[in-house]
């Protein structure tokens, strides 16, 4: 896992248009600057933990209208979103190990009964993503170096497509399902129950860099949907912008 590499990577890009789900997720502390090791620093003076911060949106609440109203994401960014980052920072403040962490390397570190950072971590961290990874308008399709990979670990677009919405389908009760890509740099899809992601080393299964992840909890489309999630994935691959995709794609593989 090259998760230091992907962050600073990222970072460099940060100020133009890609803003990695890694940056945005964090505050606007200076002092969280990274030596670019690897290692937790327990015990010994160890720094205070990193407040996490909202991220903006960055479009209207309305803008993915009709696909998602606008009060799924009044609520699900204003309230479910701001909750995750409210009860992370308040289960980080009562928590030892975690100091000066980012959120991958919290991710990466959290064990399966520390169930606050764990749900509220992963929740940040997965709706920071969420956000950027759909837009108005979203694209037509994948491009370049993405598309490529994958047509050749899928077979085809609508076959990645089809395996993509069945994992989504087929999660049981709330959770996500992801593209990732993995150690050997392919791609693979994925889900997790509740706000679990591949980034949680001590937790999943199979673990990879998420690039695309769509939210299956019932706050994400109950509203517009009901009980009618197949047409909810369908409107979110109809927004799905395929250029940050692309781009999140790219400093993985980088
Ligand atoms: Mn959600």
């Known amino acids: 896992m090259k998760k230091r590499e992907f962050l600073k990577l990222t970072g460099i890009m ?4 890609v803003v990695s789900p890694f940056l945005a997720c964090s505050s606007s502390d200076a002092s969280s600057e990274h030596a670019g090791d690897d290692q937790a620093t327990p015990n010994a003076a160890a720094p205070s933990v990193i407040e996490f911060t909202l991220p903006a949106l960055g479009y209207a609440f309305d803008a993915l ?8 994401m009044e609520i699900h960014h204003g309230k479910h979103h701001a909750g ?7 289960a980080l403040a009562e928590s030892e190990g975690f100091g000066g962490m980012e959120i991958d390397q919290i991710l990466d570190q959290v064990t399966p009964d520390q169930t606050a950072i764990r749900n509220n971590g992963g929740g940040h961290f997965n709706h ?8 108005p308008g979203g694209a037509s399709a ?17 076959a990645f497509m089809d395996e993509f919405a069945r994992a989504a389908k087929t999660r049981f009760g709330s959770g996500w399902a992801w593209l990732c890509v993995d150690e050997n740099k392919k ?9 679990d992601n591949p980034l949680m080393t001590n937790i999943v ?15 994400a489309y109950y509203l517009n949907y009901q009980n009618r999630r197949g047409d909810y994935i369908t409107a ?12 999140l794609y790219a400093v993985a593989m980088s």
């Open 187 to 195: 791609l693979f899809v994925m889900s997790t129950p509740n706000q």
């Open 84 to 90: 995750y980052v409210k009860k992370l920072n308040a």
């Open 205 to 219: 299964e199979r673990t990879g860099m998420p690039i695309l992840g769509i939210d299956v909890w019932e706050h």
């Open 142 to 158: 994948p491009e370049g170096a993405l598309a490529a990979a994958i047509d050749a670990g899928f077979g085809s677009y609508d």
């Open 65 to 72: 209208a009709p696909r998602i109203d606008a009060m799924t």
């Open 14 to 17: 940060g100020a133009g248009m």
């Open 128 to 135: 920071t993503l969420f956000w950027q990874i759909i837009a």
């Open 236 to 247: 979110f691959m109809e927004l799905v912008n395929w250029t940050q995709v692309g781009e």
